[in-house]
């Protein structure tokens, strides 16, 4: 449901495709997820959303962030709030939404198809309001994975929805080959 000529903008929630693809059990390569949505359309952006943790000496995401930054990718961040629920459990909060909305509407007029990578519920009057405005409107995330990773109300309002699933052999890493033990030791020969 893609045309070629059409200007497409991607917007991807950060959090929520991480976690999708991880309950599918893959990761996603975003050299290649670029290039699939390139061949799909005329890409003016590729929009990245993430919260980072700030005073950590050492954030995971941070080469990630780095890497997309560096290959064309638009990168948005911001410092993840740290707190302790009354359960005492330490938690992080970084709610990208509002920056991706905001975005996601000044950048309308200039598109034709905007494909967003999250199934959160919430961006449902966001993708009615691009719909009013004429622009289409895909929905990558999952419902193969316990429990679905999208909203019911998303995949509806969506003009068309992509099953992550799908897209694995296209956007998937390979996954990492275990180093091999020496055949003595796995054989418990000594």
């Given at each position: ?38 061949r799909r359309g005329k ?89 009013r405005q004429g622009v ?55």
């Amino acid at each position: 449901m893609f045309y070629k000529d059409e200007r497409l903008a991607l917007f991807i929630d950060g959090s929520n495709l991480y976690a999708a693809a991880k309950a599918l059990g893959f990761d996603i390569d975003y050299k290649l997820l670029r290039q699939e949505f390139m061949r799909r359309g005329k890409m003016l952006r590729a929009f990245y959303y993430t919260a980072l943790l700030e005073n950590d000496e050492y954030s995971p995401i941070r080469p990630l962030v780095d890497w997309l930054h560096y290959n064309g990718f638009t990168m948005v961040t911001k410092p993840a709030k740290e707190y302790t629920d009354s359960m005492g459990r330490r938690k992080v909060k970084g709610n990208m939404d509002i920056e991706l909305t905001v975005d996601a509407m000044e950048l309308a007029p200039r598109v034709d198809h905007i494909v967003l990578f999250s199934g959160d519920g919430d961006f449902r009057p966001l993708i009615a309001s691009l719909q009013r405005q004429g622009v289409r409107v895909s929905v990558v995330s999952t419902i193969r994975s316990q429990p679905p990773m999208i909203s019911d109300e998303l995949r509806r309002q969506a003009d068309n929805f992509i099953e992550l699933e799908d897209l694995r052999d296209v956007i998937g890493r390979p996954p990492r080959e275990m180093p091999m033990e020496p055949r003595s030791v796995a054989a418990g020969v000594q």
